[in-house]
């Protein structure tokens, strides 16, 4: 089973930009979609990006034009490339691997990062 490691959160002031990154144990091209998640304290965790092997690719409105998700599937891992960056948007961010159906319906799987935090300032 792959194992996931997210990295490249930080502090970052209102305006600013961080890419974020998930590293995969194993190949990810046989793997149908990654996705993004994120947790802020007091509320359910939520899908912010996705995408499959094939590049289709799911945003979240609140972020849509301002992040951008893609992989790398020959270094097994997916990045989340955050621009405009918004105190709303802090978080504990996660990876997973899941399904992304052609209904644009992201099913989380079982296999997670452990996160990476994402403090913006205002």
């Known amino acids: 089973q792959v194992q996931l490691v997210e990295s490249g959160g930080g502090l970052v002031q209102a305006g600013g930009s961080l890419r974020l990154s998930c590293a995969a144990s194993?190949?990810?091209?046989?793997?149908?979609?990654m996705g993004w998640y994120r947790q802020a304290p007091g509320k359910q965790r939520e899908l912010v990006a996705a995408i499959t092997s094939g590049g289709r690719t799911k945003y979240v409105d609140s972020v849509k034009g301002r992040f951008t998700i893609s992989r790398d599937n020959a270094k097994n891992t997916v990045y989340l490339q955050m621009n405009s960056l918004k105190p709303e948007d802090t978080a504990v961010y996660y990876c997973?691997?899941?399904?992304?159906?052609?209904?644009?319906?992201?099913?989380?799987?079982?296999?997670w990062g452990q996160g990476t935090q994402v403090t913006v300032s205002s």
């Open positions: 194993g190949s990810i091209s046989s793997i149908n979609a």
């Open positions: 997973n691997a899941g399904v992304l159906y052609f209904t644009m319906r992201y099913s989380a799987g079982d296999v």
